[in-house]
């Protein structure tokens, strides 16, 4: 489990993700402004993932996300309007991991967080990863890398992807399981999303998308990642 601190002005938002993230087994450190998140850190916390604000009273959580991406490169969930959709572009080019729209569904918010950890995980640098057929999953950097060891040109949600696919070689995966394993960061996330996104993933990888060898298709369930013995 991992330490992560809530920033939030909001106090029911604060103490609804403190009592949701502490029973999932987190602990759980609050701020309602970044000056209290300064003292936290001044005395010693050290939080494996930040859930920020955008609208908070003072420094802006985009300022914030910015500094603790330059100062400590940590795990970053901004949390925006429904409709702040420059916003959002703005916190995932300063350098946030992902977004969530308010009101925040707990559940959606584990998803997400499982997925930054994932990428980020607490406790020290990130053991190598798995492989993915020809290519091997770069753990520290979360990116896919080729037989030559140069990343793979893929968008965050196609790296979570191969990450749910590369940590369950051989295990049939049905849809529900990858929208958990690998949430969407956009308004898209129904069945036919994850059809879209494996298609996608395979005109990139695979040598022959028609007939793919790394992702297979298990009709009326899912789909599958056959490891190379």
């Known amino acids: 489990m991992a330490r992560i601190a809530v920033v939030d002005d909001d106090r029911e938002v604060c ?3 403190a009592d ?4 999932a087994g987190h602990e759980v450190l609050l701020a309602e402004h970044a000056a209290a998140l300064e003292a936290l850190l001044a005395a010693g916390a050290a939080p494996d993932l930040f859930i920020l604000d955008i609208g908070l009273p003072g420094r802006s959580g985009l300022d914030l996300a910015r500094d603790l991406r330059a100062r400590l490169d940590p795990g970053i969930i901004m949390l925006t309007g429904a409709g702040d959709l420059v916003d959002r572009v703005v916190g995932l080019e300063i350098g946030a991991d992902d977004y969530l729209a308010k009101p925040v569904e707990p559940p959606e918010l584990a998803a997400r967080i499982a997925a930054v950890l994932r990428r980020r995980p607490p406790g020290g640098p990130a053991p190598a990863g798995p492989s993915f057929g020809p290519y091997s999953l770069d753990l520290r950097a ?6 030559a060891g140069q990343p793979v040109e ?4 196609e790296i ?18 990858l929208l958990r394993l690998a949430p969407p960061r956009d308004e898209e996330s129904n069945d036919r999303s994850i059809d879209h996104r494996v298609t996608r993933l395979r005109r990139k ?5 028609g007939h793919p060898q790394l992702i297979k ?3 009326g369930v899912g789909y599958v990642h056959a490891a190379r013995p």
Do not use: I, Q, Y
């Open 15 to 17: 103490e609804m993700l």
């Open 160 to 177: 979570d992807l191969v990450a749910a696919f590369a940590t369950n070689p051989g295990k049939v995966l049905t849809r529900d399981d």
């Open 217 to 219: 298709t298990v009709r």
């Open 154 to 157: 893929l968008s965050p949600m």
């Open 205 to 209: 990888l695979e040598a022959d998308p």
């Open 142 to 147: 979360f990116c896919l890398r080729d037989a």
């Open 20 to 23: 949701f993230l502490g029973l």
